[in-house]
Structure formats: structure tokens, C-alpha cells
């Protein structure tokens, strides 16, 4: 009489799997042309089109084209083939494809290098893949840090440095 498999198994008990030691190299970092879909919060697909303001926590992808304006403390990615044109406020932004439009990232930019950023960027950390294109001005401070405190005069002086007479 044949035994199926899940009968084997109880008479057998689990298999152990034994860890693989042929290299001691660390994992590659996902990045935007390579990060699996797992995790996502929403994915806008290759030929699809939105517009509007999209507002979300966790991560969202982008492999299509989207216009307006997007916002989140967490992750967003613009895959090789994704086109944004928007106002981009974000954690952490990753892009493959196309960008148009001023970024604020609190905490890392990512640029591969088949990116295209044309606008402003203000972001704590910055990473550009050689190939990629960034056309517009760029502020990095620290993140979590607020915008810089204004320059004061100080009592006698001009605010050119100069003296008043």
C-alpha cells in the first residue's frame, strides 16, 4: 500500500535545512529596479494613468505615469519605466524612472542610473548611480533637522556685513 507524503513525513519528522555556506558576501540592497512587490501599499502598473494627490504609508510604486501631488513619511519608488510629474514629499525616494518636479526627502534620495530628476531637491542624503540626470538646485541637511534659523542683524550692523554710516 503506497503512503502519500504527509503520512512519510510524520513518520519521518521534519527535514532540517542546512545553511549554505558557499560565500560570505552580504545581499545585494534592493532597489528600485529590483525590489520585489512585496510590502507594497499600492502600485500604480506600466500603462496606467492618475492623477491626483496620493497620501499613504509604507510603500508605494510607481511603473506607470502619475501627476499632481504625492505625500508620505515612508518609501516611495518610481521604476525604470514610471514617469511622475508632481510636488514630491517623502521618507525615502527611490527613482528609475522620471521625475519632474520639486522633492523633499527627509531621510535618503536614491538616483539609479536610469534616473531623471528635473526639479528642486531638498533631502538629508543623496545617492546618484553614474548615468543618472539631475537637473535642478540641491539642499541636503540633516535629517529630522528643520529649516536653517534666519539670519539676524546684529545691533549697528547692516545685513551686508557693511557699517550703517
Given at each position: 500500500?503506497?503512503?502519500?507524503?504527509?503520512?512519510?513525513?510524520?513518520?519521518?519528522?521534519?527535514?532540517?535545512?542546512?545553511?549554505?555556506?558557499?560565500?560570505?558576501a552580504?545581499?545585494?540592497?534592493?532597489?528600485?529596479?529590483?525590489?520585489?512587490?512585496?510590502?507594497?501599499?499600492?502600485?500604480?502598473?506600466?500603462?496606467?494613468?492618475?492623477?491626483?494627490?496620493?497620501?499613504?504609508?509604507?510603500?508605494?510604486?510607481?511603473?506607470?505615469?502619475?501627476e499632481?501631488?504625492?505625500?508620505?513619511?515612508?518609501?516611495?519608488?518610481?521604476?525604470?519605466?514610471?514617469?511622475?510629474?508632481?510636488?514630491?514629499?517623502?521618507?525615502?525616494?527611490?527613482?528609475?524612472?522620471?521625475v519632474?518636479?520639486d522633492?523633499?526627502?527627509?531621510?535618503?534620495?536614491?538616483?539609479?542610473?536610469?534616473?531623471v530628476?528635473?526639479?528642486?531637491?531638498?533631502?538629508?542624503?543623496?545617492?546618484?548611480?553614474?548615468?543618472?540626470?539631475?537637473?535642478?538646485?540641491?539642499?541636503m541637511?540633516?535629517?529630522?533637522?528643520?529649516?536653517?534659523?534666519?539670519?539676524?542683524?546684529?545691533?549697528?550692523?547692516?545685513?551686508?556685513?557693511?557699517?550703517?554710516?
Open positions: 500500500m503506497a503512503r502519500n507524503r504527509f503520512a512519510r513525513a510524520r513518520e519521518e519528522g521534519p527535514e532540517v535545512a542546512t545553511p549554505q555556506t558557499e560565500s560570505s552580504p545581499a545585494p540592497v534592493p532597489t528600485a529596479s529590483t525590489r520585489p512587490d512585496a510590502g507594497l501599499t499600492a502600485f500604480i502598473g506600466a500603462g496606467a494613468r492618475f492623477e491626483g494627490r496620493l497620501e499613504f504609508d509604507r510603500t508605494v510604486r510607481i511603473d506607470g505615469t502619475f499632481g501631488e504625492i505625500e508620505t513619511g515612508d518609501e516611495l519608488v518610481v521604476g525604470a519605466g514610471g514617469r511622475v510629474e508632481a510636488r514630491i514629499r517623502a521618507g525615502t525616494l527611490s527613482v528609475a524612472g522620471t519632474v518636479g522633492v523633499e526627502v527627509a531621510h535618503r534620495l536614491v538616483l539609479e542610473s536610469t534616473a530628476l528635473r526639479g528642486d531637491v531638498d533631502t538629508a542624503s543623496l545617492r546618484i548611480e553614474e548615468g543618472a540626470v539631475l537637473e535642478g538646485r540641491v539642499s541637511k540633516k535629517a529630522g533637522a528643520g529649516q536653517p534659523a534666519p539670519l539676524k542683524a546684529i545691533q549697528g550692523g547692516s545685513p551686508g556685513g557693511g557699517s550703517d554710516s
